[in-house]
């Protein structure tokens, strides 16, 4: 069974201080891991899809990576409009149904 | 374009009603998906539809809870007998293809809110 955790559950940044967010995955035959930001009373919005370890793929102050085992969402120099639940999932083997994690809250302060 | 829309947006039923959930995908997706995400639980997958192929149920949690979808398009998911434990915000996504061998990226709708009393 395909399973996700994520790590911290919550994280809390001032202004400006970069971290990263975790996400382990196991999967059988991994078809893509996808990374979600989530507003409060929204729905998931789409920021990344990794195929294969050591892809990497960036958007503004957003860089995902991927290994065999695990994912990292790098925030640079985060701002406070970067708050929200940030959701990771897998996609394996035959399934198409995308598995979760928990979710990071992020806050950042200014 | 449009994404996926989902009707209504906030629900508020008695226990033991019926209801009904609508999803409209994102024009092209032949792919959809509903999931339920619950206070302190993550996204759980419910049920997927490809096309003409049989859809995947696995995810329904009893046999109160069904869905169709209407000339590969539209879905409705709906739940008999309604309980409390029902209550979660319902998420419905559709992708452009839905199999394998790539992962193809599912595009979420806002959730329609449902409270059971």
């Known amino acids: 069974e395909d399973q996700v955790t994520q790590s911290p559950e919550a994280l809390r940044l001032q202004e400006g201080e970069s971290s990263s967010l975790n996400c382990s995955y196991t999967v059988s035959g991994l078809r893509g891991l996808f990374w979600y930001r989530q507003d409060p009373g929204k729905g998931p919005e789409f920021l990344f899809t990794l195929y294969s370890a050591g892809e990497e793929k960036e958007k503004e102050r957003l860089k995902a990576t991927l290994t065999k085992k695990e994912s990292f969402l790098h925030i640079t120099a985060p701002k406070p409009e970067d708050s929200a639940t940030y959701l990771c999932?897998?996609?394996?083997?035959?399934?198409?149904?995308?598995?979760f994690g928990k979710g990071i809250t992020l806050s950042v302060r200014p | 374009g449009a994404g996926v829309s989902q009707s209504p947006s906030n629900k508020v039923t008695e226990k033991g009603k019926d209801v009904e959930l609508r999803c409209d995908p994102i024009s092209g997706h032949t792919a959809l998906y509903w999931y339920r995400q619950s206070l302190g639980q993550g996204l759980e997958f419910l049920i997927y539809f490809q096309g003409n192929s049989a859809p995947d149920k696995s995810g329904l949690p009893s046999d109160r809870f069904s869905a169709e979808r209407t000339g590969g398009s539209v879905s409705t998911l709906t739940i008999q007998r309604t309980q409390q434990e029902d209550s979660a915000v319902y998420l419905c996504a559709s992708s452009l293809v839905g199999g394998p061998p790539w992962g193809d990226t599912q595009y979420f709708g806002p959730g329609t809110r449902l409270t059971v009393l």
């Open positions: 999932a897998v996609q394996g083997g035959a399934n198409s149904k995308l598995t």
